[in-house]
């Protein structure tokens, strides 16, 4: 456990989001911020991930898929709930395609999921970076 | 290190202990080699990106945090096969290496022991295929089909150029004795060392030839239903060929790995490093190629380049022309 707090591989999963949370994602695995010194890597496959990282909304169809990915993903890992949407539906509030946020659809499958939230919209990559690492510190 | 292999020249045989230190330190001298080579390859990555990179012990991390994982096993897929396989591809890289070492240690070797190592550099490749076809996944299968045909692609070019080597030592099969001339220093061998490197650059699944292993087209195609400890093995297996794959092209090119004296094994470090070099600046300068294109390049473009090594070989043979 000790060696999961310096190499955290992460899965990107996009629960029906508007794209601006995944721009910033995608922008924090760039050269720019290197995010290669903490041990971050963008994986393939949920199932090499130590951290989900996502985003959007959770709709009605993308509820059980992402059920479906954390299953998959072995355990121990962590979800980080990108954004405002992701964190409690956001401007969404009360729509007809929300089935909750994404931490309700985690906790259906997990009740003991690790479940960290970085809020925004969108979160800067420079939040998202504190935030993994306030996270990791805490688990 | 000297004193302990003073007093044998070459072609002699190490002295008791230097031997049972060798046989001790072996293997896990080879993957802590092959973790601090996987991290100069993504150092020297950071480094032409402008950026800094991971930390020194950053491979080491990541194995033991995946031995910490769970083992997810998929329910319709072959078991056997599935949890075998990556200890098959470990165990046929380690034992390369083991031989690699041995002979660049003792500096003495078998006749046919290329063959044996070119035997044994199919078994990673083997593993993969077996691995992910046993992941009853479509990505994986895909993957596994990528894989199949990118061996097809490389093996031959592979072997054509250890046999333009054989021909220009003069039809030697003993790695010991071809590690004493440098066929890179003529125009067939320099040619077919731009084209093994390449080869060897497929095999260990680097950009422009990491297709079966694509992260993003595939959802990592090959070994996307591993993780935890089997996925650790993969991971080991892979920077353990890192080891033995530029180690070998150092011993039939480049002139070999001396270790008579410390001159001669900063020489063949040296060596090594500048393999490892040359196999991350084509890494980090090219975009993945398409399956056909890959097949294409290995087939006809390397097919041609060594077919005109191998012509030039013989005829520099044939007439004592040493440059050719």
Known sequence: MKALKKSVWVFHVNTGACNNCDIEIVNLLTPKFDVERF???????????DALLVTGVGTRQAAKRLQEVYRQTAKPCVVFCMGACAGGTGIFEGAYHVAGPVDKIIKEVDP????????GCPPKPEAMISGVVKALAAI | MGAVFEGKGEGKEMSALSNVIFWIVVIPGTIIAGLVASWIVRKVSAL?????GPPFCQPLYDVMKLMGKEILVPRDGQRTVFIAAPLVGLAGVLVLSMMLLRITAAQTAFVGDIIVAIYLMVLPSLALILGSSASASPHAAIGTGREMKLVMGYELPLVLAFVVVIIKTGG??????????APVLSVSG?????????????????????IAESETEVASGVIMEYSGALLAVWKVMQTTMLVALPLFLVMVFLGGFG????????AGIGKYVLVLVLLILIKNTNPRLRIDQAMRFFWVYCGIALVAAVALAMIGDCYGIHWL
Not at chain 1, 39 to 49: E, K, Y
Not at chain 1, 112 to 119: D, E, G, L, Q
Not at chain 2, 259 to 266: L, Y
């Open chain 2, 259 to 266: 270790v008579s004296t410390v001159g001669a094994v900063a």
């Open chain 2, 190 to 210: 320099m040619l077919a060392f731009l084209v093994s490197l390449l080869c060897v650059q497929a095999k260990l699944g680097f950009v422009p030839f990491d």
């Open chain 2, 172 to 181: 030697q099969l003993n790695l010991a004795t071809i590690a004493q001339n």
């Open chain 2, 48 to 52: 032409v990106q402008w950026r800094v």
């Open chain 1, 39 to 49: 041990g971050i890597r963008l994986v393939g496959s949920p199932r090499h991930a």
């Open chain 1, 112 to 119: 003991n999921a690790i479940i960290a939230y970085v809020p």
